[in-house]
């Protein structure tokens, strides 16, 4: 692999912390970078992701999508700071009912259809 297909990625995490940075590959894609975020997740953050899906990255503005490579999402000029590419960690973490919520989902579901007249 030549020194050229390489590029060097930090992860700026949701309370400013920063893991990396990593050295990818150009050809690497999304889903593979966040998948290695969700394994080395730093230990007695608030906010854990179980899943890469639970995982959004930020890169100059835009949401990566798991299919693109990370040579698809550097900017153009990148390539003249000679840097580390940083990118944001979101997580949203997959929505799980509560039991208040399913109780009132529940009784509306055994509404009365009764009408009074």
């Avoid at 912390?17 to 990593?22: E, R």
């Avoid at 230990?43 to 179980?50: L, Q």
């Avoid at 639970?54 to 040579?71: A, D, P, R, Y």
Wanted: proline residues 4%.
């Amino acid at each position: 692999m030549l020194e050229e297909d390489l590029v060097d990625i930090k992860f700026r995490l949701f309370d400013g912390s920063d893991m990396g940075p990593f050295r990818y590959s150009s050809a690497s894609t999304i889903e593979m970078l966040k998948e290695r975020i969700v394994s080395d997740w730093p230990k007695g953050k608030t906010v854990v992701p179980k899943v890469a899906n639970e995982i959004k990255l930020i890169s100059f503005g835009k949401i990566l999508e798991n299919n693109k490579t990370v040579g698809q999402c550097e900017a153009p000029f990148s390539d003249l700071t000679g840097g580390v590419m940083v990118m944001h960690v979101v997580v949203q973490p997959s929505v799980t009912k509560t039991v208040t919520e399913k109780k009132v989902e529940d009784s509306k579901k055994f509404a009365c259809s009764c009408s009074i007249m």
